[in-house]
């Protein structure tokens, strides 16, 4: 059967509304949302941008990212809980793994049997993944690995984490020093994660944030992504992806700031009429209305992009024209997203400042968006390279 965007639009609507109630309780609460995965199992939404012959939809990314953008209306929490599932975690498996793996991952993922995560960061290696310290031995048919991942979205509810690390042994400089990808099961013997608390967190107190040791785990050879080597290289092109979903998500925590803000508006009254007819009023609702139209143009162009990216594998100039969007895109939504929560929040007054409203707990949860998949600085700077051309990279 054909992809219907129609029909997905639609069962992510019905998702959505279902979900929000559960959602503002628990965030009150501040604990884990354990109605989301069920209810995104019972609305198929657990394989949207996975392939029809592995269970999924098969949506493309103009309407993967549409679909995301409305379920960043219910909160960057429920949102990035898809990005860990599906943008970073069952896409390179899709991308780069062995048919056998597929197999073995996506069809249980879309049903909702195995929940997926993306392990790259470390205590101290974020920005600059190279600076890992997670290593990897080769035995005869399995590798070992060790070491330490660190603010892993999903991470304590993962039963299967996409994971990044050097081979053991091999010193800084020598060229065969160079990252793996594999698919670790998280029930493996020496493998223990512990969940962050939602209060030790500025922010999404619903989703689950945690960092997991790795003490010789045992992973099967089959469980590798691309070839030995290959890491770095699948690590930056699922950023892409992810980097994308974000962007996405922080649409829809736009279009959520905009509809709280005019409806509150147009009912609150001061001065003797709606401060909707303020004219300072007014001109947050414009700058918000402006971060949503650019926003959306950004990602839409971005997911256009992707989609004719992929199409044409061999095409490199597309394939490097669709990592810079990407990253625009992030860089440009996710401040907007700020920027658009705090106008939000001066709108609502001194009902802004609690998280009893929703342009309060949009401000808390967005703020991380310029941080993960990407900081702001690491954006401007690819940004900015890609301006000055070769040879002009801060860091090579």
């Not at 379920?71 to 991308?95: D, K, M, N, W």
Request: include cysteine.
């Amino acid at each position: 059967m054909p992809f219907d965007p129609a029909k997905l639009a639609t069962d992510t609507e019905a998702f959505c509304q279902e979900l929000r109630p559960h959602e503002e309780l628990c965030y009150a609460e501040h604990r884990f949302n354990d109605e989301l995965v069920p209810l995104a199992k019972k609305y198929d939404l657990l394989g949207i941008n996975v392939r029809p012959e592995f269970g999924g939809r098969g949506a493309d990314n103009v309407a993967y990212f549409k679909a995301l953008a409305r379920i960043g209306r219910e909160g960057t929490g429920v949102r990035t809980f898809f990005s860990g599932h599906l943008s970073i975690g069952a896409y390179p498996i899709q991308t780069w793994g062995s048919e056998e793996l597929k197999r073995k991952y996506l069809p249980a993922a879309v049903r909702g049997d195995k929940v997926l995560a993306f392990g790259l960061t470390e205590p101290e290696a974020g920005s600059n993944p190279r600076e890992m310290t997670t290593t990897y031995e080769t035995r005869s048919d399995h590798y070992l690995l060790n070491g330490v991942k660190y603010l892993i979205s999903n991470g304590g509810i993962a039963d299967a984490i996409v994971v990044f690390g050097y081979p053991a042994g091999v010193p800084e400089g020598d060229p065969g020093r160079r990252i793996s990808a594999f698919v670790v099961d998280t029930r493996s013997e020496g493998f223990t994660a512990e969940s962050f608390t939602p209060n030790a967190k500025m922010g999404m107190p619903t989703s689950n944030t945690a960092m997991f040791q790795m003490e010789n785990v045992v992973v099967p050879i089959g469980n590798r992504l691309g070839a030995e080597g290959d890491g770095f290289r699948i690590a930056m092109g699922t950023l892409v992806s992810g980097r994308l979903s974000v962007a996405a998500g922080c649409l829809g925590v736009i279009e959520d700031c905009l509809a709280e803000v005019i409806e509150y508006a147009k009912a609150r009254s001061q001065h003797g009429k709606e401060i909707a007819r303020h004219q300072l009023v007014q001109d947050h609702i414009a700058q918000i209305e402006m971060a949503r139209v650019a926003s959306e143009s950004l990602v839409l162009r971005a997911a256009e992009l992707k989609d004719r990216s992929e199409a044409n594998r061999s095409d490199k100039d597309l394939a490097s024209q669709v990592d810079l969007l990407a990253a625009q895109a992030k860089f440009f939504a996710t401040n907007a997203a700020w920027d658009a929560a705090d106008r939000a929040v001066q709108v609502f007054g001194g009902k802004g400042w609690s998280t009893l409203y929703r342009p309060g707990r949009h401000l808390m949860d967005v703020r991380v968006c310029r941080i993960y998949e990407g900081t702001d600085e690491i954006l401007k700077l690819k940004i900015a390279a890609a301006v000055l051309g070769k040879g002009w990279e801060a860091f090579r």
